[in-house]
């Protein structure tokens, strides 16, 4: 069966499982055999629910204090409740946005973090989807 | 208890597929186009009451497409395959069993205590999940959950879920089931019932077991037990990968190019074709390997594989290496020297399976046969690859006609959704 798919995302993910020990055909066994561990998977960490996790492309620096950068990724998870305070991907009249999530006083607020963006009050009319909660920033250091 | 089972079918999946990721698409009739953009192979509600139909050619509704605002996308099986396997595993969990049917439909066999509550909570989750909506029927038999699905999605009230089990007058609902929408039995099978006066899944159901036998055969006997309530059509779990057909070999010597790569491969696809054909099979997914020398330790080695859902199945020689061909170019990488390519099909159904009217209903279906009967018989004759595909030794440009298509926002990282933040 042929596994792994260009993107190493998911159940696709090719697991390196350094099994095999060293050879023992001449010379010594390495010391370390008998301690050998299944390699780490980013995915592990990033990922709790491969089902339901997306991966978005931020353009934009209105979230720059919360350490979201233009260019980043976001690992988006649809399958969590997103709470107050919670950092968002909104659909908000038919644009993707992130955006901090606050309710206030029975309003729904989102909230940039960057003071040169003022906050974002949803009002009745508007059209909001929350479209899930950003649980991960992959952030290139430049 | 008896087994029942539940039949979960995606709302016009590729329209909900594209409207997940583009939120202004939402409201607004869209289409969706097949491999290049020749006809209407998806329709969202809003296209589907505006007449639209299925298998329109696109060029003769521009019109109607203008009129209206309609939006014409092209087809992007990468998203469609990736969004249906987040609905699937969405859904294994929760479930003793399951069949993947089609790549937006699922068989589950239900434990006792899951109803219609559990089936809209299943439906909630699925939504949240995956941003996909879904229809659930529910019934003691495959046929019965099908058309539990059918008045589930066509009836608003019922919010998506029906469970026949908790229907009061059944025959009533069945009456409203035209024959011809009956799995299993299609047009043709239909004319033939409706010449004895049976019209719908109601009459069927009370037709007499001996008639159904002479007019349709061991086949529209299994359905009117089917309907009946007793379950004559098991639950097929065997994961569809591991039914496959693989064509693969080693080079001689290296391979670098591209294009030797694409004759090679070209060469193992007509073969794994003609291994299709030859047991009358159709295959649903194209996978595609590609892989240098793990034994030249000095070289750098690359390793990759990838797959595709095919539009439709299929077990015409073009089609799967227009498949393969567009597969090895997604993972080719220059600089390599290659040991190793081939292909796996899989997802295989029986030819007899597809309904017989939806084979008929593709155009040039029945000379593309002849073709292929023609090539494999020659093949026979001459020796193989007697008769040859271009690619297989010539290069040519497969390059596909896909103006429209969305991002593979799910399976490129270069192609991402963006944010704006």
């Known amino acids: 069966m042929i596994s792994g798919d260009p993107i190493p995302f998911e159940a696709r993910t090719r697991l390196r499982i350094p099994l095999v020990s060293a050879k023992v055909q001449a010379g010594f066994p390495s010391p370390a055999d008998d301690h050998m561990e299944r390699s780490l998977d980013l995915n592990e960490h990033l990922v709790a629910n491969p089902a339901s996790t997306f991966f978005v492309r931020v353009q934009g620096d209105s979230m720059r204090d919360a350490g979201i950068c233009d260019g980043d990724i976001l690992v988006v998870d649809r399958s969590l409740e997103p709470k107050e305070r919670q950092i968002v991907v909104a659909m908000l009249d038919g644009d993707f946005t992130v955006k901090r999530l606050r309710k206030r006083e029975g309003k729904v607020f989102l909230e940039a973090e960057n003071s040169a963006y003022p906050p974002i009050e949803v009002s009745s009319g508007q059209e909001l989807v929350i479209w899930g909660a950003v649980t991960f920033v992959i952030h290139q250091p430049r | 208890m008896k087994t029942r089972f539940a039949l979960v079918d995606c709302n016009n999946f590729y329209a909900s597929c594209e409207r997940v990721f583009n939120p202004r698409l939402i409201g607004r009739p869209l289409v969706i186009l097949s491999n290049n953009d020749g006809c209407v192979i998806a329709r969202s509600e809003e ?247 793990p034994f030249a330790t000095r070289q750098p080695q690359y390793n990759a594989g990838v797959q595709t859902v095919l539009a439709r199945r299929s077990n015409h020689t073009p089609d799967l290496i227009a498949a393969a061909l567009r597969l090895l170019r997604e993972i080719y990488r220059p600089g390599h020297q290659y040991k190793k390519t081939g292909i796996f099909l899989t997802d295989l159904m029986a030819e007899s399976e597809l309904q017989p009217d939806l084979f008929e209903a593709i155009p040039g279906t029945g000379r593309v046969k002849e073709l292929d009967r023609i090539v494999d018989g020659l093949n026979r004759k001459l020796g193989r690859n007697a008769i040859r595909y271009g690619s297989m030794g010539v290069k040519q440009n497969w390059a596909m006609r896909q103006d429209r298509r969305s991002k593979k926002f799910t399976t490129r990282w270069d192609e991402l959704p963006v944010v704006k933040a």
């Not at chain 2, 069927?204 to 002479?214: G, P, T, Y």
């Not at chain 2, 990968?241 to 290296?254: D, E, L, N, R, T």
């Not at chain 2, 391979?255 to 074709?273: H, I, K, M, N, P």
Request: charged share 25%.
């Open chain 2, 47 to 293: 296209a589907k009451q505006l007449g639209i139909p299925m298998g329109a050619p696109a060029h003769e509704h521009k019109a109607t497409f203008e009129r209206n605002a309609v939006v014409v996308m092209s087809s992007n099986y990468s998203l469609y395959g990736d969004m249906s396997a987040r609905v699937m595993e969405t859904l294994r969990p929760n479930v003793l069993a399951m069949e993947i049917y089609s790549i937006d439909e699922a068989f589950l066999a239900l434990d006792d205590w899951q109803g219609a509550e559990f089936a809209r909570e299943l439906r909630v989750r699925v939504r949240q999940w995956t941003g996909i909506p879904v229809s659930i029927g529910i019934g003691p038999t495959k046929t019965l959950a099908k058309i539990a699905n059918r008045i589930a999605k066509k009836t608003p009230e019922l919010g998506g879920v029906l469970d026949l089990g908790f229907v009061r007058d059944g025959d009533a609902l069945l009456a409203q089931i035209p024959c011809e929408d009956i799995w299993g039995i299609g047009k043709r099978l239909a004319r033939r019932l409706a010449a004895g006066g049976i019209h719908t899944a109601s009459h069927l159901k009370h037709a007499e077991a001996a008639w159904v036998r002479k007019t349709l055969g061991v086949v529209g006997e299994r359905i009117l037990c089917e309907l009946q309530g007793v379950s004559c059509l098991p639950l097929e779990e065997v994961p569809a990968p591991k039914k496959g057909i693989a064509s693969a070999k080693s080079f001689g010597k290296p391979v670098e190019s591209l294009e030797e790569l694409e004759e090679a491969l070209s060469t193992y696809t007509a073969r794994a074709a003609e291994k299709l054909r030859s047991g009358q099979l159709l295959a649903g997914q194209v996978h595609v390997f590609l892989t240098t020398n």
